[in-house]
């Protein structure tokens, strides 16, 4: 007897949207913002209300944003701040002593610093940071319906990451930009398998009104928007000759935004 009855088929799973914050001070410097509470930047106010329209497209059934004041503005701006909750887990990385710190400043006493693998003195470890996130991706999982989510730099690349089952190492090859949007899904023919459907997609004059419908709906096939170092792509390539990338991305069409 069959049993695909799509009357009683099973509820989508949740996708997860996940915006970071707009343009601060300190991330226009390239200073390392944690625990500091940094206001937007006037650009970044802008930038922040441009995610106004993609969002409005989108009918979520939960929203949740990091404590931190960047990003329950950057939620505000977007036209969901009267429907957030606080959702701790979402806050930054902790960097320790080197908050309010550039990379280029600590690689000078510590070369080949990695935050990726070797976290921060008196912060996060990597480890710390992965158990942080599963935490959160387990909770998130449970969910019904879309999921909007405002946070952060550093620990949104590493929560691509862990969505997709890969170490914390490898967020060093998923860069996401201010006041960006990410779209954390399901593979159309095995929704069992998490995909990243879209990333580090940011309005601009150039962009669509809202992001094409096939890249950001479940069952249909979908575009991996990537603006990310050469590097990056390299090691895809290389995983994908090595026969170790998954599927979602070695089918994915990467666009340069």
């Known amino acids: 007897m069959r049993t695909d009855d799509p009357t009683t088929a099973s509820p989508a799973p949740p996708r997860l949207f996940y915006f970071r914050h707009g343009e601060t001070l300190w991330s226009l410097s390239g200073r390392h913002t944690g625990?500091?509470?940094?206001a937007l930047t006037a650009h970044?106010?802008?930038q922040g209300q441009a995610l106004r329209p993609w969002v409005q497209a989108i009918t979520f059934a939960h929203v949740l944003t990091s404590p931190r004041a960047r990003a329950r503005a950057t939620c505000d701006l977007a036209g969901l701040g009267d429907r957030a909750q606080i959702e701790p887990d979402l806050a930054e990385w902790d960097y320790g002593d080197y908050e309010g710190r550039r990379s280029v400043d600590i690689c000078e006493q510590r070369p080949g610093w990695n935050i990726f693998r070797d976290g921060c003195p008196n912060g996060e470890s990597p480890s710390a940071i992965g158990d942080r996130i599963d935490r959160l991706i387990a909770r998130l999982r449970t969910l019904d319906g879309d999921v909007a989510l405002f946070s952060h730099g550093q620990f949104?690349?590493?929560?691509g990451a862990r969505w997709i089952g890969l170490p914390v190492l490898e967020a060093q090859h998923l860069?996401?930009?201010?006041a960006s949007m990410n779209v954390l899904s399901w593979d159309r023919d095995h929704p069992e398998t998490p995909v990243l459907a879209l990333w580090n997609a940011a309005p601009g004059p150039q962009a669509p009104a809202v992001p094409p419908p096939a890249d950001l709906t479940l069952g249909r096939r979908r575009r991996c928007c990537v603006r990310q170092r050469p590097a990056a792509l390299a090691f895809a390539s290389r995983l994908a000759v090595d026969g170790l990338l998954p599927k979602y991305l070695r089918k994915a069409r990467h666009k340069w935004l």
């Open 156 to 159: 949104g690349e590493a929560f």
């Open 175 to 178: 860069e996401i930009g201010p």
């Open 44 to 46: 970044g106010e802008a």
């Open 35 to 38: 625990v500091t509470d940094i």
